[in-house]
């Protein structure tokens, strides 16, 4: 399709000899909000790391921006508008929310607009303002995952990555997360986010993806999805 921001086909992928990706084909347009959701170990982080460059694909198609990413090294997919808020988040616990923020925005092209930027992240996240000082190791959780989302956003990306960011959060503060996860659709990043809390990843989404053993194997809009008898057997208990 012409409007893809990220296009995916027949990616595979292993960790030296264990296969991790089989077949991951997926098309995600430019504006959209789009959850891949799966079992522990299906490979949805592999499939971000594959789109981000910190592993390389073996095999099928990777596209993003009209462009062929798979031979490009991190730091050039970051550059091309891709930017990953990994599984765990990352922070740098002894370093401030300010200066973790700062780290976000280590490309050439970000650089010079570093102040506007962190002004920009402090208006999404007022909570992150009040407390720019304080060490990243210190916040909460929720707090810690707003850092994180806020660090993703200060390379100005066109597509950004979130790895299950609901992990270790209480249902309350998923709520928050997801909204401004929503928030930031809305201003024109498309995002992908890798999920667990199907229900929730879901109801921010345009369309979502099932990934099994390393392979795609549904897709559909939210309602067709959470409709659906083997996914709401197999992810929501019912
Ligand atoms: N660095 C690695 N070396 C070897 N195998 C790995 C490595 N990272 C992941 N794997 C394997 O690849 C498969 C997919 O892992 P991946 O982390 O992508 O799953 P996931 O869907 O993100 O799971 P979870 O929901 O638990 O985060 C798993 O079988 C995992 O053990
Ligand atoms: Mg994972």
Redesign the pocket.
């Known amino acids: 399709m012409s409007d893809a921001l990220l296009t995916m086909d027949d990616v595979r992928a292993s960790?030296?000899d264990?296969q991790?990706l089989f077949n991951i084909t997926l098309e995600i347009r430019a504006g959209e909000i789009v959850t891949l959701i799966?079992?522990?170990?299906?490979?949805?982080?592999?499939?971000l790391r594959v789109i981000s460059g910190l592993l390389r694909s073996q095999h099928g198609q990777l596209r993003f921006d009209g462009q062929d990413i798979s031979k490009l090294p991190p730091h050039e997919i970051v550059v091309r508008g891709v930017s990953h808020v990994p599984?765990g988040r990352q922070l740098f616990p002894h370093m401030s929310v300010e200066e973790n923020l700062a780290l976000g925005a280590y490309i050439g092209r970000v650089r010079p607009k570093l102040k506007d930027l962190v002004e920009e992240q402090f208006e999404l996240f007022p909570r992150l303002k009040e407390r720019r000082r304080q060490l990243a190791g210190t916040l909460s959780g929720g707090e810690q995952q707003m850092v994180a989302l806020a660090r993703g956003l200060m390379a100005a990306p066109k597509l950004l990555l979130l790895d299950?960011p609901s992990l270790g959060l209480s249902p309350k503060i998923v709520e928050e997360v997801f909204a401004k996860v929503q928030q930031i659709g809305k201003s024109g990043v498309t995002v992908l986010i890798?999920e667990?809390n199907v229900v929730d990843g879901l109801s921010i989404s345009d369309r979502g993806y099932v990934?099994e053993n390393?392979e795609v194997t549904l897709q559909g809009t939210p309602k067709e999805l959470l409709g659906n008898e083997q996914i709401r057997a197999a992810y929501l208990g019912l």
């Open positions: 960790y030296g264990f991790a799966g079992a522990n170990g299906a490979g949805k982080t592999t499939t599984e299950e890798v667990q990934v390393g």
